[in-house]
């Protein structure tokens, strides 16, 4: 079946730092694959989607592209602010499917 | 826009006891998921309805809990009777139209605990 793959945290950055958090997957087919972040005390929110290969995704400066060669979609973020501790997941929806299945998640931390 | 609501926050109770939560997704949305999540792990899929029919069920633990989304809108999710087991967070999450690429909206989840 499908599953998702996350690297292990938590992971302790200081502001301004470069951010890399890696993703891979196994999926059949060509799936859709997301980032969700957690924010303390708050539910999960969208960060960025890709739905197809070499496709990126952006948002809030954070950067993913879909590479299918790899079967990856590793989490960039060029310099991390305090308000970016967070709780990290990488999903996929499989081809035609409507189910999320979620990596473990990685726990950022962010210090001044 | 209101976003996905659910209730309660949080909800202790005795193993062998009963549970509901309640959902209430996003207006319009036809599609509404509950996840499990574990301490530490990534959310797990129990149950997708389309409007209120049951699309996916296969990864609900059908002996002792239940699901129902009897209008097409608001849902509620039953544990009878509980296990030590199921401390978890229940979310809920809605899309739209159900496609691959919509997104999904979570809601703030409800935690809980069982003694």
């Known amino acids: 079946g499908d599953s998702v793959t996350q690297m292990e945290g938590p992971v302790t950055l200081s502001e301004e730092a470069f951010l890399t958090i890696n993703c891979t997957y196994t999926?059949?087919?060509?799936?859709?694959l997301f980032w969700y972040v957690q924010y303390p005390g708050e539910g999960l929110q969208l960060l960025l989607k890709?739905?197809?290969?070499?496709d990126k995704g952006s948002n809030k400066g954070f950067e993913a592209t879909y590479r299918k060669e790899t079967t990856s979609f590793h989490l960039e973020k060029g310099s991390v602010q305090v308000s970016d501790s967070a709780v990290y997941f990488c999903?996929?929806?499989?081809?035609?499917?409507?189910?999320?299945?979620f990596g473990k998640g990685t726990k950022l931390s962010v210090i001044p | 826009e209101a976003g996905v609501a659910q209730s309660p926050r949080y909800k202790i109770i005795e193993k062998r006891q009963s549970v509901a939560f309640w959902c209430n997704p996003i207006?319009?949305?036809?599609?509404l998921y509950w996840y499990q999540q574990i301490l530490g792990q990534g959310p797990k899929l129990l149950i997708q309805?389309?409007?209120?029919?049951?699309?996916?069920d296969s990864q609900l633990p059908k002996d002792r809990f239940s699901a129902e989304r009897l209008k097409g809108v608001d849902s509620t999710l039953k544990i009878q009777p509980a296990k030590l087991e199921d401390s978890a967070v229940y979310l809920c999450?809605?899309?739209?139209?159900?496609?691959?690429?919509?997104?999904?909206?979570f809601g703030p989840g409800t935690r809980l605990t069982v003694l």
């Open positions: 999903a996929l929806a499989g081809a035609g499917s409507y189910q999320l299945t």
């Open positions: 999926a059949t087919g060509y799936p859709s």
């Open positions: 207006s319009g949305h036809a599609t």
């Open positions: 309805f389309q409007n209120n029919g049951v699309v996916d």
């Open positions: 890709a739905t197809k290969a070499d």
């Open positions: 999450a809605s899309t739209f139209s159900g496609s691959f690429t919509d997104t999904q909206y």
